[in-house]
């Protein structure tokens, strides 16, 4: 499954962004799908994830409550709504693919794409 990102750019504190990760190859409705981000300096990093199915989602901390996933089920096109965004959510995002039944297994993930940039800055 290959995995292209797209919907980056520099945005003010406490602006929205939604990013879209667009899936081709066999399949894309067995995979579930996450996203990660690096911010420079740092190891990559989980921020959610959504199973293949389109119906469960979960969230690390930092960004419950602001960061929505959701799916589209025609087309398995994955989207990342960011709302109240913070300097800190600064970074290169990625989204990766896992088994379904690994959906809860940060660690499954992969086959990134290659990356959207995000700055938030004022």
């Known amino acids: 499954l290959q995995l292209a990102e797209s919907g980056g750019g520099l945005v003010q504190p406490g602006g929205s962004l939604r990013l879209s990760c667009a899936p081709s190859?066999?399949?894309?409705?067995?995979?579930?799908i996450g996203w990660f981000r690096q911010a420079p300096g740092k190891k990559r990093e989980a921020v959610g994830c959504?199973?293949?199915?389109?119906?469960?989602?979960k969230y690390v901390d930092s960004v419950q409550g602001r960061f929505t996933i959701s799916r589209d089920i025609a087309t398995d096109t994955v989207y990342l709504q960011m709302n109240n965004l913070k300097p800190e959510d600064t970074a290169v995002y990625y989204c990766?693919?896992?088994?379904?039944?690994?959906?809860?297994?940060?660690?499954?993930?992969?086959?990134w794409g290659q990356g959207t940039q995000v700055t938030v800055s004022s």
């Open positions: 990766g693919s896992a088994p379904g039944e690994y959906y809860n297994d940060y660690g499954s993930y992969g086959d």
């Open positions: 959504i199973n293949n199915s389109g119906k469960k989602t």
């Open positions: 190859g066999s399949l894309p409705h067995l995979y579930a």
